[in-house]
């Protein structure tokens, strides 16, 4: 495309997106299995995101207690990677747009620019700056889509984990009542109940007000919640 093709074609050559859109609109209709299994994938992956980020806090080295089913599961249990995954649409068609507006304005003093036999040294970098911020550049910004996406997820993903944990540190955690298999239940040292931090296949983590447990599936009997207690956070038990 040369340069009067490109000025002409305003908008619609910057945006990347708009570049894309038409190709996988095309790719979806042929594999339609694509786009479910797209998305079951980025929810799956901010679920583990979630993971990591909220039993760290607990030193609980969550990961390496995983199983392949936890793998697969870790999205569908926190609703919150759905609404991550819907939210990103919005924030990457913005930075598209931004991109959009600011390759616009550069193209437009790239043209204004005097066309000067012997310019300086500073308005040779200028337009070269500008022609080079102007250039089609697919895979770099590919790339920095790729960034943003990821980088926006991590801290979405962070403030709410974080979040969860305050508010369990803070007592208002899902307190529980715990039976052992031998019979016997499980309290906190200072004899409060325990507040339920969540589960995977082989293991129930638990807090006690000032450190995690980690108990096997194997191990526990039952785990009732403590009527009036409030839910902080949407990890699913098991009994």
Do not use: C
């Not at 299995?33 to 583990?48: I, Q």
């Not at 250039?135 to 943003?148: E, Q, V």
């Not at 403030?159 to 803070?170: G, K, L, N, P, S």
């Amino acid at each position: 495309m040369d340069a009067s093709a490109r000025a002409g074609s305003g908008s619609a050559y910057d945006s990347t997106l708009r570049e894309l859109w038409p190709g996988l609109l095309a790719l979806l209709r042929r594999e339609p299995a694509l786009g479910l299994t797209g998305v079951y994938l980025l929810v799956a992956m901010a679920g583990l995101f979630h993971s990591y980020r909220y039993y760290a806090q607990f030193d609980i080295p969550i990961l390496s207690l995983l199983q392949v089913g936890d793998f697969l599961t870790a999205g569908v249990q926190e609703p919150m990677a759905l609404l991550l995954v819907l939210s990103t649409l919005p924030i990457v068609w913005l930075f598209d747009a931004i991109n959009v507006r600011v390759r616009g304005r550069m193209r437009r003093a790239l043209a204004r620019l005097p066309d000067i036999e012997a310019p300086n040294l500073w308005q040779r970098l200028r337009r070269g700056f500008l022609q080079w911020q102007t250039r089609r550049r697919d895979a770099y910004l590919r790339f920095m889509y790729a960034g943003i996406l990821f980088g926006y997820g991590w801290v979405f993903v962070s403030i709410y984990a974080d979040h969860q944990v305050q508010r369990i540190r803070e007592g208002q955690g899902r307190r529980v009542q715990v039976f052992l298999a031998d019979g016997q239940s499980l309290a906190a040292a200072d004899g409060s109940a325990l507040r339920y931090l969540g589960a995977v296949a082989g293991y129930v983590f638990l807090f006690d007000g000032s450190k995690a447990q980690i108990l096997p599936v194997q191990a526990i009997s039952r785990i009732e919640p403590i009527p009036g207690a409030k839910a902080s956070n949407s990890h699913k038990g098991q009994d």
